[in-house]
């Protein structure tokens, strides 16, 4: 017998017992589709989070100032104002920083009209922009001659447009901080949340000498809240790290025995934190689902070695008329392959379908790729072989006699 009759045959006796092939079939198909809708799951989060970290811009790390303590209570770290505008410049001076964005922010109730929106403001320099590989969708961005001339003027994010404006055009209207009037001068692409779920896009930019004067006061002269940081390249931002923590404990006067009255922290870090998240819930999603396909596999090995005991007798007419024990063999294999990759073939449907309702009815975009296709088809034709090797050789093993005589 050819390949392909020895399939014809197989198909032939899983018709005979279209039922119990398909309750064969069902531990499979659940077992494939767990399996190729878990990894799409995981594998979407994986894309998700790359898109957010790319999204906070690259070779990225922020300085924040340190704590403070009142009456023996310790706040935590950003509550002291020791970073200043000075500690910012002298960071702009170090080759390996390409960019250097001090940074002041306070949320504030801004009104336009009759249309009022609670948003966060933020006082930066140009190079903000760069570090975060933000442009303008409508309009432009201020620059140093904004800075110097301390301008009235905003960038806003596309969920402040949005909710202050509809869908009207926010290019040179008036929106007021702080009872303040200031001209909106550009719309920010849409940037979406971060790593956190915060919404970048609901954000007011104005300049960062107009916000120290006018709208963020400190009591420390040139006190800053953060800074943001972007090394020169991707492999310079650990020794970005070790110079602007080395030149602030210079600068702060903080002895070798003593605590930095600051924190570097370093968003690659965090990306590759969060990528580790992604790939062990991967594997945590794809070992559910592999638990299904073992329990379908044992499945498929109990009702081979029932079809085997129940066609004993057909076994032994075979072997009568010259069949070999290697064509015995070599037929039950196959139609425990058959079986599996039947059923994989469903289960890959419906993990399809499951990812479409996903993708329609929850903010997360699933798609089923074609590596999990292909592992999904590669793992049931494997479980054919391991689990139905045995009931196989079993039948193989029967002496034609005997086989004849059993009723």
């Known amino acids: 017998m050819n390949f392909w009759q ?149 960038v806003v994010g596309s969920t402040v447009a949005s909710n202050l404006f509809g869908e009207a ?70 020794d970005a790290v070790y110079d602007a923590t080395q030149l602030l404990r210079v600068r702060h006067r903080i002895r070798e025995e003593q605590e930095d009255d600051f924190t570097v922290r370093d968003l690659a870090s965090i990306a590759e934190a969060a990528q580790g998240i992604a790939t062990a819930l991967t594997l945590l999603l794809g070992a559910i689902g592999s638990i299904s396909l073992l329990v379908g596999g044992i499945g498929i090995m109990n009702i081979m070695l029932v079809s085997v005991t129940e066609r004993t007798r057909e076994i032994g007419i075979r072997m009568a008329l010259g069949a070999k024990r290697r064509d015995v063999l070599l037929q039950f294999l196959t139609e425990a392959i058959v079986i599996c990759v039947c059923g994989g073939a469903i289960g890959v449907l419906l993990a399809y379908l499951g990812s479409v309702a996903i993708t329609k009815f929850s903010p997360m975009e699933v798609g089923i790729s074609t590596s999990g296709i292909v592992i999904a088809f590669s793992f049931s034709a494997m479980i054919g072989i391991f689990f139905g090797f045995y009931p196989a050789r079993r039948a193989a093993g029967l002496k034609p006699v005997e086989a004849l005589r059993y009723e």
């Not at 300085?63 to 505008?85: F, M």
């Not at 692409?189 to 970048?200: I, V, Y």
């Open 6 to 154: 020895v399939c014809l045959e197989a198909f032939r006796a899983m018709g005979m017992n279209r039922l119990r092939a398909g309750l064969t079939m069902l531990g499979i198909i659940i077992g494939v589709g767990a399996v190729v809708l878990m990894l799409a799951i995981g594998e979407s989060v994986r894309e998700d989070i790359n898109r957010r970290i790319d999204t906070m811009g690259s070779n990225v790390m922020v300085i924040l100032p340190g704590s403070s303590t009142s009456n023996g209570v310790r706040a935590g770290r950003g509550a002291a104002q020791t970073l200043t505008l000075s500690d910012s410049a002298a960071l702009a001076q170090l080759p390996v920083f390409a960019n250097i964005a001090p940074i002041v922010q306070q949320p504030f109730q801004v009104a336009s009209g009759a249309n009022n929106w609670n948003a966060s403001v933020y006082g930066v320099g140009p190079e903000y922009f760069n570090i975060k590989d933000w442009t303008a969708d409508k309009g432009s961005i201020f620059g140093d001659v904004e800075m110097r001339s301390v301008s009235r003027v905003a």
């Open 169 to 238: 055009d926010p290019i040179g209207q008036t929106i007021r901080i702080r009872s303040r009037p200031f001209e909106i001068i550009g719309v920010l692409a849409t940037k979406g949340s971060d790593l956190g779920g915060g919404d970048q896009d609901d954000a007011i930019f104005v300049p960062l000498s107009t916000a120290r004067q006018q709208l963020i006061r400190s009591w420390t002269p040139g006190s800053i809240q953060y800074i943001l940081a972007q090394a020169a390249s991707a492999d310079q931002v650990q």
